[in-house]
């Protein structure tokens, strides 16, 4: 099954603001809108925003995410030591019946 | 609060069976859809199924469909996975993961496909 398109390592300053992008097509990102998932190593996956931009709380606000078309973004500003992780976005194919996730990005705070 | 706990991962040898589980708390289990998610050691993470809330019906992701079955038992608030014919590239860790958004996900249960 095809998978959304992320880059795969994106590095930042601390405090500056990183985005991070994510391309499928109109069956999925397109359609659906996209969720977006941190995970730091050797823990589970953590939802941050999903449908695009509604955050469940606990989430801090410094993350927020658009869409354009094809390609979901997710924007993190302020970066903290802590921000460092890997981002995946994922969305429900709709042509597909089937989720499906990006390969993943890497985030590094320098 | 909410709480996912996986269980029944292993080392298996190709072409075998096990049955993964995934027991809930915290919630009105028979609300929510679930997912199946695995994560090889060291890559992405990867779709594996859907069950909806009442069990009507189930996708799966090609890698697996007509090998995996996925299914639920809401009097005892538990969702399964049933692994048959395993390959080695079915080796991860294997999380569920609540509702359509995945907002709530468990520890993983690893599962080792070796000879």
């Known amino acids: 099954q095809a998978g959304l398109t992320q880059p795969p390592s994106v590095s930042k300053g601390l405090r500056q603001t990183a985005t991070l992008t994510c391309t499928g097509d109109s069956d999925n990102v397109g359609n659906q809108g996209a969720t977006w998932l941190q995970q730091h190593q050797g823990h589970p996956p953590k939802l941050l925003l999903y449908r695009n931009n509604h955050r469940p709380s606990g989430i801090s606000e410094r993350f927020s995410a658009s869409r354009s078309g094809n390609t979901a973004s997710l924007t993190i500003t302020g970066l903290q030591p802590e921000d460092e992780a890997d981002y995946y976005c994922s969305a429900w194919d709709s042509g597909l019946s089937a989720r499906v996730f990006g390969g993943g990005t890497k985030l590094t705070v320098l | 609060q909410v709480q996912l706990v996986e269980s029944g991962g292993g080392v298996v040898q190709p072409g075998r069976s096990l049955r993964l589980s995934c027991a809930a708390s915290?919630?009105?289990?028979?609300?929510?859809?679930f997912h199946w998610v695995r994560q090889p050691p060291g890559k992405g993470l990867e779709w594996v199924a859907l069950?909806?809330?009442?069990?009507?019906?189930?996708h799966y992701a090609d890698s697996v469909k007509g090998r995996f079955t996925v299914s639920r038992d809401n009097s005892k608030n538990t969702l399964y996975l049933q692994v048959n014919s395993l390959r080695l590239e079915d080796t991860a860790v294997y999380y569920c993961?609540?509702?359509?958004?995945?907002?709530?996900w468990g520890q993983g249960t690893l599962v080792t496909v070796s000879s």
């Open positions: 069950i909806s809330y009442v069990g009507s019906y189930e």
């Open positions: 993961a609540r509702d359509s958004e995945m907002e709530y």
């Open positions: 915290g919630f009105i289990f028979n609300s929510y859809d």
